[in-house]
């Protein structure tokens, strides 16, 4: 909705948890000058912070967010969860970031991987998708291995095992609640 009433040639779509950085300002006021810019889109490198730090590792840096866009070759995509933006022709990368503060605590992280896992679960089942007893076991598990392993995580110390832990509670949590929704199917 926002989108449509935009009126300026270019679009910098910012999340409320989200902020630009000095750098990044500049950054975007040097192609918005430019008489002829290279591409479309930018990807934007984002800067996770987590619990009061910024986590390098765990698949979290830099996070490239396509979020400077020009309006005519830009939409929002239609998704239930972690919608992004979809970008005719051409797209570049910048390199400042976008510090992004997502979870005020652990609290708020678990109530939101409750209800992004119930989104999820929904989508999936809308899908045609069903779950199995390998889903549960073995992608939350693999979840956390590349987070923690694979993506060096272990080098974020006590954050990087929080965040992978977490990451792997989210994928099992949306495939029990796939399952529990594929149950009530059959009954």
Not at 64 to 76: A, E, S, V
Not at 111 to 136: P, Y
Not at 169 to 175: H, I, L, M, P, Q
Request: aromatic share 14%; with cysteine.
């Amino acid at each position: 909705m926002a989108l449509e009433k935009a009126s300026n040639e270019w679009v910098l779509s910012v999340d409320a948890d989200e902020r630009v950085t000095p750098e990044l300002k500049k950054e975007i006021l040097t192609i918005l000058n430019s008489k002829f810019p290279s591409f479309n889109g930018y990807y934007i490198p984002r800067r996770n912070h987590y619990l009061g730090r910024w986590i390098r590792h765990c698949g979290w840096y830099p996070d490239y967010k396509l979020r400077l866009f020009r309006r005519g070759k830009g939409r929002f995509n239609e998704r239930t969860v972690h919608e992004s933006v979809v970008v005719e022709g051409r797209k570049g990368h910048l390199k400042s970031c976008l510090n992004h503060y997502s979870y005020k605590n652990l609290s708020d992280h678990l109530s939101r991987i409750d209800k992004f896992s119930t989104l999820a679960a929904e989508q999936m089942f809308r899908d045609g998708k069903i779950a199995r007893f390998f889903d549960l076991l073995f992608r939350p598990l693999t979840k956390f291995i590349k987070m923690y392993l694979i993506r060096r995580g272990y080098l974020d110390g006590i954050y990087g095992l929080i965040v992978s832990i977490m990451g792997s509670f989210y994928v099992f949590t949306k495939y029990l609640k796939l399952w529990e929704l594929s149950k009530r199917r059959i009954h």
